[in-house]
């Protein structure tokens, strides 16, 4: 253990999928040619109007309520000044006192990048704001840059949380949750690659007791990986920056407080490097966007939100946990993605035992899936044809160790369950004369695990049951082997 408490908060920028942009009507497209998006609005002219789009703010109070936010009855925008060639207004349209949504709750838990399990608990989400993102700044080295205002203008929503993560592994947790979270809500595929959730951390190291340690920010982290790494790393930095300055670290003496700095990821030599010195806090000016009028919304109106608001990831695992009686951690990796909760939710509302079809989801199907490198998505496979595999089993026709055989036919290919089994001779024999005859067989030829198990070793029966089951190629009915066995022996 530390002798320093870390304290982790994230701000993450995540573009909401819309068809237009957040204030005017060019596409919000990804990968189209350079400057192709654009109008007069998002360039900046002088004398234009920006007009907010309502599906933006569908968005917005969407994930204000899958993360069971404050959503507020009034807001407004406001002005970002700052002179940058990405932002050709001089300005961003913000929010900055009253944002759309204050008081969320980001659900932590599952296991983080270390393979740490991690305590399951709720983070605060201090807000989520609605604002433009900017243009692309592409350079080119030694020669010139281009500015691409494809980007500027596309819905942005900042999302603040608390300072309460205390690791690499919680921030890891913490991304990965609000991640499912739009992505359950269709409010943005976070397609990091793609930039559309953007990351940047504050960190800072205190002896618990003793006042908040300097706040560090790293900026600028576009994949989980390096966030977690960033975090990692800084937290050795500041430690040896602390030691230091008690005397006790690797330069002895010459120890001074963590300079107030903001630093970005260098992926190609594992460490954080340093961006800039900040002398003063951030001043940028904000003023209220006098182009825009405030936004106010009903009661009616955000009932009609929550009405048609898609089910969060945390419903799901709740679901999963108290209805389908699975445990915490499988509903953890059962709600990874949307695609595979609604398929164990499916297949698991139309089975006596849910856990027989998350035990097959978790072990036989997850190993094909990442074996062939691939989504649910992308096979045949279907909820029933899982729930008929654990129908087959329940009634004795089939056996569990069917399951390995069966799952990569369906999904490569789909079909009926029983037929596929028929026809590769997976249905077990349920006749007692045939099961008698190999049960017999078995007691005849292995006398020595006979003897054994009459002097009480319990393990003979096993290796019996073995042999009955490689007798019959394994067509005898496993459940009823034992007791049969058990009472020719007594
Ligand atoms: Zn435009």
């Keep these: 253990m530390s002798k320093y408490e870390v304290i982790i908060g994230l701000e993450i920028h995540v573009q909401a999928k819309t068809e237009s942009k957040v204030f005017c009507s060019c596409k919000n497209s ?35 309520l899958m993360t069971d936010s404050d959503i507020a009855r009034y807001s407004k925008f406001d002005r970002k000044s700052y002179f940058y060639p990405d932002q050709p207004k001089n300005y961003q349209i913000t929010q900055f006192d009253l944002p759309f949504c204050a008081n969320g709750k980001i659900p932590i838990g599952g296991k983080g990048l270390s393979g740490e399990m991690i305590e399951p608990r709720d983070i605060g989400m201090e807000r989520i704001h609605l604002e433009e993102d900017v243009g692309k700044s592409v350079h080119y080295s030694g020669s010139h840059s281009t500015v691409d205002y494809n980007r500027a203008g596309v819905p942005l929503l900042e999302t603040v949380s608390m300072p309460q993560m205390h690791s690499a592994d919680e921030a890891y947790a913490y991304v990965q949750s609000l991640q499912q979270i739009m992505r359950f809500g269709g409010i943005s595929d976070c397609d990091q690659e793609k930039g559309q959730f953007r990351c940047d951390v504050n960190i800072s190291l ?17 994949s989980t990986r390096h966030i977690w790494l960033s975090i990692n790393h800084e937290i050795e930095r500041q430690t040896e920056i602390l030691d230091d300055l008690e005397g006790t670290g690797p330069n002895g003496e010459d120890g001074k ?9 260098n992926d190609a030599r594992g460490e954080t490097v340093v961006m800039r010195i900040k002398e003063t806090a951030d001043d940028y000016r904000y003023f209220p966007e006098p182009d825009l009028p405030p936004v106010v919304l009903t009661d009616a109106q955000i009932d009609a939100f929550k009405a048609e608001m898609p089910m969060p990831p945390k419903a799901y695992r709740e679901k999963f ?4 009686k699975i445990t915490e951690y499988d509903a953890h990796v059962l709600t990874l993605d949307k695609s595979t909760a609604d398929f164990f939710l499916a297949a698991g509302s139309k ?55 069966l799952l990569p036919i369906l999904m490569e290919e789909g079909g009926d369950v029983e037929k596929i089994a028929e026809a590769k001779g997976m249905i077990v024999e349920l006749d007692t004369g045939a099961l ?47 007791p049969m066995l058990k009472k020719k022996l007594s």
Aim: aromatic share 4%; with cysteine.
């Design 30 to 64: 990804f990968g189209a040619p350079s400057n192709s998006s654009v109008c007069p609005i998002c360039l900046g002219h002088p004398g234009v109007l920006p007009v907010v789009n309502r599906e933006a703010i569908h968005q917005i109070v969407k994930a204000g």
């Design 206 to 222: 205190h002896k618990p007791g003793t006042p908040f340690g300097t706040k560090i920010e790293i900026k600028n982290l576009n």
């Design 257 to 265: 407080l963590p300079d107030q700095e903001t630093r970005r990821w």
């Design 321 to 324: 946990v108290n209805e389908f």
């Design 351 to 405: 089975v006596k035992k849910p856990k027989a079809v998350a035990n097959i989801m978790m072990n036989q199907l997850n190993a094909l899936l990442s074996d062939g490198e691939k989504s649910l998505d992308e096979t045949k496979l279907e909820p029933d044809h899982l729930v008929q595999m654990v129908k087959l089993v329940e009634a004795n026709k089939i056996q569990k160790n069917a399951y390995a055989k």
């Design 436 to 482: 008698e005859a190999w049960v017999d067989e078995a007691i005849a030829n292995n006398p020595k695990a006979v003897a054994e198990y009459k002097e009480g070793k319990q393990n003979a029966i096993q290796f019996l049951m073995g042999q009955v089951m490689r007798a019959s190629k394994g067509k005898a009915a496993a459940p009823m082997v034992i």
